[in-house]
């Protein structure tokens, strides 16, 4: 594991012998500076984080980009080098509206693999691109929505709608939601309204596809953003492993501490872990300040909250023999942008080197005052599982 710091950037790298080097990196802009002066200082500011990690432009699979108006942004965003496909081949792109904090207009967190000379990357479409690795297919699927034209859809029909996308799409590769579908990140225009009409129709789109609280649910994140168009109020980014064995495949979960999701009506695995040969991905979910009874702990404290939810991660990641230290990012969503200043410095105090993105998103039950996600990776000795 490697890490390494930069001004505005920030790296993480886990190395094994089997399947190269994955790379996450996360860059800030200046607050001061206007869109176009942002945009090129974190065009800046990534390319020095690919200089000193080595890191061809070919090694990008993907980048979120963060803005704080899609609608008047994307056009000019869509137009730099960020979201841009270059020579070195196509990246997924995910846009989404979560105003970076303290009050910049653009951030950005990126995930590329390098050292391994089996990546083949593939535009599907739009929205899909295919990464083939060790003769395994990674999809990622990035800025579903179904608002572009209709101003009368609500949220459960678009849900349904951007589900039907992603099932379609894997079933054109031979895969399906409930076997391959590992991660999706959900996006509400306005959560406090909108988050209920989409957990009743993804639940109708699970149980069609036959994930239920007997079988299994996906690890996701939903929570307050946008895209560009207008009348979207749901879009979705996810990720599936097209060629994914049933044994790589665990949930994340310690019931001393969180209940199943399906003990209060919601759809999601709190965490997925997939194993290989020479590491394991730790796909957190959206955590926040909860306990085993489902409720909310530390009521109107941001900084309690944001330490439950940290400890939440940690026994997550342990359930699935892991630790914090493994942790290669973190996303952290706000819902009052003044809390910015106390939950940086408590970051700078528990993970002062971690990529880490702070962004305005308030989370579904209203009295969550913060929440994270984030991805770890850990070393693996199962040389009868497939390589990454």
């Known amino acids: 594991m490697g890490v390494e710091t930069l001004t505005g950037s920030r790296c993480r790298s886990f190395a094994g012998p089997g399947g190269g080097t994955e790379h996450y990196i996360s860059v800030e802009a200046h607050p001061g500076l206007g869109l176009a002066a942002q945009i090129a200082q974190v065009e800046a500011r990534y390319a020095d984080a690919r200089e000193s990690l080595g890191l061809a432009e070919d090694t990008a699979i993907f980048r979120r980009i963060f803005v704080s108006d899609a609608m008047n942004q994307a056009a000019v965003v869509r137009g730099s080098s960020l979201a841009a496909s270059t020579a070195a081949g196509p990246v997924a792109i995910s846009l989404v509206q979560q105003p970076p904090l303290p009050g910049a ?31 395994r297919r990674h999809l990622w699927t990035t800025g579903l929505c179904a608002g572009e034209t209709r101003s ?8 349904r709608a951007i589900f039907g996308e992603l099932i379609e799409a894997l079933a054109d590769e031979g895969a399906s939601l409930r076997d391959n579908c590992l991660r999706t990140w959900l996006y509400l225009k306005d959560v406090d309204v909108f988050y209920q009409g989409m957990v009743d129709s993804r639940g109708a789109v699970f149980a069609e596809q036959g994930l239920t609280g007997d079988t299994h649910f996906i690890a996701s994140t939903g929570i307050e953003g ?31 501490r969180l209940c199943p999701t399906k003990d209060y009506n919601v759809h999601f695995e709190r965490g997925s872990k997939v194993a290989y040969a020479d590491r394991a991905h730790h796909f957190i979910s959206g955590t926040a300040s909860i306990d085993k009874y489902g409720e909310v702990v530390h009521l109107g404290d941001v900084l309690r909250q944001f330490d439950y939810a940290i400890d939440n991660v940690e026994a997550l990641l342990r359930s699935g023999a892991a630790q914090l230290d493994d942790l290669m990012h973190l996303i952290v969503y706000l819902r009052d942008p003044s809390d910015h200043s106390a939950i940086a410095r408590r970051l700078a ?3 002062p080197d971690l990529p880490t993105v702070i962004v305005q998103g308030a989370v579904c039950r209203p009295q969550w005052l913060v929440e994270v996600e984030g991805v770890a990776i850990a070393a693996n000795d199962a040389p009868t599982l497939p390589p990454f």
């Not at 009368?152 to 849900?159: E, G, K, N, R, V």
């Not at 990720?239 to 994340?252: C, G, K, R, T």
């Open 105 to 135: 207009k653009i951030a950005l967190l990126a995930y590329h693999v390098a050292g391994d000379d089996s990546v083949r990357k593939q535009r599907l479409s739009k929205h899909n691109l295919l990464v083939e690795k060790h003769g």
């Open 152 to 159: 009368d859809a609500s949220p459960a029909t678009q849900t």
């Open 349 to 351: 105090e528990r993970f």
């Open 226 to 256: 946008a895209c560009a168009h207008r009348y979207d109020l749901v879009a979705m980014d996810a990720y599936s492993n097209l060629d994914v064995d049933e044994a790589q495949v665990s949930y994340l979960n310690d019931f001393d």
